[in-house]
């Protein structure tokens, strides 16, 4: 009669354990990757009355089984269902972040690892990733500073907003091209100021500029100058280019005729003068004491530079007095005249020394000097043959307009812009011009300069802010940065265990590592490779079936009710049995 009683209780506090099981569950439906408990039953050990016996041959008797009654019911195993997969919740915080698989991530209190499905993360104030609901660190591999990749080792905290990671160093620029259509009916590239491109680029420390090249046509309509009118810092100042170099010095074959204007200025050889009879300029004044046939410098006094700029200015070339100095006549003595000198090609400004000093050829040798092919020459008029200029030559193909070489050589296709000799901050440019060409594109040119070359490579930048954070479906971490950088910060790693079922729950999501679900190495492993990832910007929300659990939770129910239902129909037989003697 008593044990019937104590199967009953046993009845009552195993449907009470799982009761609680239940509730458990219940109450964690809404808790961050919560997996769910299940719990079984097992019965208890039986009293053995009579036990059983086997068939008597000599008898002829069979056999008789065991008598047993059973003493109870108790919890057989909590299993918790830690490979189940929750669905996903989308928050849009990017350091939320769900596994697809059975890994866990690695977080760590600063003296042991614990492992967590729970991946609403955040940034703390030291810059490291971590739980938000107890601060825990996530644990993953750092970037070798060396080869700037992952190296796996032991995790560690992963600090991915450091002093370090907020800024990304600028780079000068190393290299630019130049592409799009040259039209040789262009009227811009057919003046004498040129057709201007820019080439925006950086030096070492990030600060911006503007390199302005000229392109210009030559007499040979497939052949085009380049070269470099000037510098500007980001603030519009112009750089001193007195030491910067593009290609080496060269000379263009321009045929055209320079004429004075007449009706404005009157030029005896030695004075300029405007209309009012005022002196202008000066050849005396235009050139050092030093200055030769071969090396005619050029005086650097204010009065020079004026008489300089009014002498370009008679003949239209007013705002380009280096241009026109740099024009050249190509001259041929004529022994017949009486004038003798040595044949060859001048330039505008060694025909100006000469004048200056009475040296033959001068800006006025008479015209029968010169081969009757060279046409008038005075100081009103004259022809040139071409000009001088530090750059280089492009030449296009006259028939199928493509890029042939730079200064007629095939395999040339760049120039090196000489920035170096600025100083350390900033690096020589090679500028590729293989991709431009030269079409009829209805008078319009379309050529412009980008840095970097057709890669990306080499263009230069300037200090980059971080601008925001990714997460990777492999864990790796990147951060973006305003000058169009990103880096690698890191990779969050994951823990994989032989029996994930084994692990111990210890509270705020976390689980501990048990000698049945197997030990931690301590270094994890990468998501992907077991075919895993991570999901950015979700969370992964409690596997908890509710309709699951409302029934266990009737079929329990019935079961306490039934119990204790053995309890009362116990305590009444008993109760009669006392009765018996009244």
């Avoid at 204790?564 to 018996?580: A, F, G, H």
Wanted: charge should be negative; charged fraction near 20%.
């Amino acid at each position: 009669m008593m044990r019937s009683l104590f199967s009953g209780v046993s009845g009552l506090k195993t449907h009470q354990i799982r009761m609680d099981v239940i509730g458990n569950n219940i109450a964690n439906v809404n808790t961050t990757a919560f997996k769910s408990s299940s719990m079984v039953f097992s019965d208890l050990i039986s009293q053995t009355t009579q036990r059983a016996s086997g068939p008597n041959a000599a008898t002829g008797t069979g056999g008789i089984n065991a008598r047993q009654i059973g003493l109870g019911v108790k919890s057989g195993a909590i299993n918790t269902n830690i490979s189940g997969q929750g669905a996903a919740q989308s928050t849009g915080n990017p350091f939320d972040i769900m596994i697809n698989g059975s890994s866990l991530f690695i977080v760590s209190n600063g003296s042991e690892n614990f492992f967590t499905r729970d991946g609403s993360f955040y940034v703390d104030a030291a810059g490291n990733l971590a739980m938000t609901s107890n601060g825990y660190n996530v644990m993953g591999w750092l970037v070798d500073e060396e080869t700037m990749e992952i190296k796996q080792d032991t995790v560690s905290a992963l600090r991915i907003m450091d002093a370090a990671n907020m800024t990304y160093p600028p780079e000068a620029t190393s290299k630019a091209y130049v592409s799009g259509i040259i039209d040789k009916n262009n009227k811009d590239v057919t003046s004498s100021s040129g057709k201007s491109i820019n080439l925006n680029f950086y030096d070492n420390l990030g600060y911006s500029y503007t390199a302005k090249l000229v392109l210009k046509q030559s007499s040979e309509t497939n052949e085009y100058s380049v070269e470099l009118s000037k510098i500007l810092d980001s603030k519009g100042n112009e750089v001193d280019i007195s030491k910067v170099s593009l290609g080496s010095q060269t000379s263009q074959k321009i045929n055209k005729s320079i004429k004075m204007d007449t009706a404005s200025y009157q030029w005896d050889g030695n004075e300029l003068k405007d209309t009012a009879g005022n002196v202008v300029a000066n050849l005396t004044t235009l050139f050092d004491s030093s200055a030769t046939t071969d090396n005619p410098v050029l005086a650097d006094t204010d009065e020079a530079k004026a008489a300089l700029e009014a002498l370009a200015k008679a003949y239209g070339f007013e705002g380009s007095a280096e241009e026109f100095l740099n024009l050249t006549v190509t001259l041929t003595n004529n022994a017949d005249s009486g004038i003798t000198f040595t044949d060859g090609t001048y330039t505008v400004q060694q025909l100006l020394h000469n004048q200056a000093k009475g040296i033959d050829p001068s800006f006025s040798t008479p015209t029968d000097a010169f081969n009757e092919d060279m046409g008038d020459w005075s100081l009103e008029s004259f022809e040139t043959t071409g000009r001088n200029f530090e750059g280089a030559v492009l030449v296009y193909d006259p028939d199928k307009g493509n890029f042939l070489g730079v200064n007629g050589m095939p395999n040339t296709t760049s120039v090196t812009l000489g920035l170096s000799a600025l100083g350390g901050n900033f690096k020589d440019i090679s500028i590729d011009f293989s991709t431009s060409s030269m079409y009829d594109n209805n008078g319009t040119c379309t050529v412009a300069a980008t840095a970097g070359d057709q890669k990306g490579l080499g263009m230069g930048r300037k200090l980059g802010e971080m601008s925001g954070i990714s997460i990777q479906q492999n864990g790796m971490i990147y951060a973006s940065y305003d000058n169009g950088m990103t880096k690698l910060l890191g990779q969050i790693a994951v823990a994989e265990f032989a029996n994930v079922s084994g692990l111990e729950k210890a509270g705020e999501n976390l689980y501990m590592a048990t000698l049945n679900s197997g030990e931690f190495d301590g270094i994890g492993v990468d998501i992907t490779a077991n075919g895993g990832k991570m999901s950015t910007g979700q969370l992964e929300m409690s596997n908890v079936d509710l309709s699951a659990e409302f029934t266990e939770m009737i079929t329990t129910q019935r079961g306490f009710q039934a119990n204790s239902r053995i309890i009362t129909v116990s305590d009444t037989m008993l109760e009669e049995l006392t009765n018996l003697k009244r």
